[in-house]
């Protein structure tokens, strides 16, 4: 399961590196993977995009999107990224502390 969702988000050809061999952005895939092994019910994301270039943003982004419509997992995520916007079902929006949209 665990190199199954390496290549799912995009670390197929990295699967032999240690940790201080990846970037931060692909640690930071390495972490979304590591969040999806258990198979959860909810992953809650804090900024799934945020060290990431906007082509592996949206890999990212259309993979968790796949985990909710093909394995019916919740994904409840907080960003500054306008990117995700598109991507989710509910937006909810804060300006300072208080809910606007």
Avoid: F
């Avoid at 930071?28 to 082509?55: F, M, S, Y």
């Amino acid at each position: 399961r665990a190199v199954d969702l390496l290549r799912r988000v995009g670390l197929g050809d990295r699967l032999d590196h240690t940790p201080d061999e990846l970037s931060g952005g692909q640690r930071q895939r390495v972490a979304i993977a590591r969040a999806l092994i258990n198979e959860p019910d909810i992953v809650l994301a804090d900024e799934p995009t945020g060290n990431l270039d906007r082509e592996t943003g949206e890999t990212i982004l259309e993979e968790l999107t796949a985990l909710q419509t093909n394995e019916n997992v919740a994904v409840v995520a907080v960003t500054h990224d306008e990117q995700l916007v598109e991507y989710g079902d509910r937006v909810v929006e804060l300006v300072d502390g208080r809910v606007t949209a």
